[in-house]
T-cell receptor
């Protein structure tokens, strides 16, 4: 079974703090993604990575950065957390491929509250 | 702009009834249309998917109907059960130069009552 693990399920951070959300996958997938889920807005793509050290912006990258130093690990960084970044963050991975049709596997999510 | 529009936002169906969720897309380059199911406290998981070269795909009680000319697709859940209560997301993707990624609808919260 594919496993995407998000180490922190619930976090409470203060405005202005630097926040790291960590994600690890165990299926040797090339592609990894960070989505944000908000009620009424669905899932929106923040950043994705198709290889180690490679990254591309998604639809809502402002206020976020990412790091992928190892194939299995993809980190989301909030440089200076703000209250409008309170949300659930979902990490996902998929096998190599730029051709559509690969199943994307999600972690269980990290609930972040910024106060 | 929202490339995949999903309705309704919420749906209540009696046990044994048919649940229908609709989605519409704009970008004709999309060539893969999955549905994801999400239970509370869990991440979304692939439920069923279709490509635009077929008009219907059925897996057990779940059926996707696809209308390429109208750029619409829908999920039908036959004989809905309380265990089907979850949030459902339609999505679309296209082949890309780097990684194929999903664009999601806004989600439908389904409640199946006894």
């Amino acid at each position: 079974d594919v496993k995407v693990t998000q180490s922190s399920r619930y976090l409470v951070k203060r405005t202005g703090e630097k926040v790291f959300l960590e994600c690890v996958q165990d299926m040797d997938h090339e592609n990894m993604f960070w989505y944000r889920q908000d009620p009424g807005l669905g899932l929106r793509l923040i950043y994705f990575s198709y290889d180690v050290k490679m990254k591309e912006k998604g639809d809502i990258p402002e206020g976020y950065s990412v790091s992928r130093e190892k194939k299995e690990r993809f980190s989301l960084i909030l440089e200076s957390a703000s209250t409008n970044q309170t949300s659930m963050y979902l990490c996902a991975s998929s096998p190599h491929g730029w051709i559509s049709g690969n199943t994307i596997y999600f972690g269980e999510g990290s609930w972040l509250t910024v106060v | 702009q929202q490339q995949v529009k999903q309705s309704p936002q919420s749906l209540i169906v009696q046990k044994g009834g048919i649940s229908i969720i609709n989605c519409a897309y704009e970008n004709t380059a999309f060539d893969y249309f999955p549905w994801y199911q999400q239970f509370p406290g869990k991440g979304p998981a692939l439920l069923i998917a279709i490509r635009p070269d077929v008009s219907e795909k059925k897996e057990g009680r779940f059926t996707i109907s696809f209308n390429k000319s109208a750029k619409q697709f829908s999920l039908h859940i036959m004989d809905s059960q309380p265990g089907d209560s979850a949030t459902y997301f339609c999505a679309a993707s296209m082949s890309s130069g780097t990684a194929s990624k999903l664009t999601f609808g806004t989600g439908t919260r389904l409640q199946v009552t006894l």
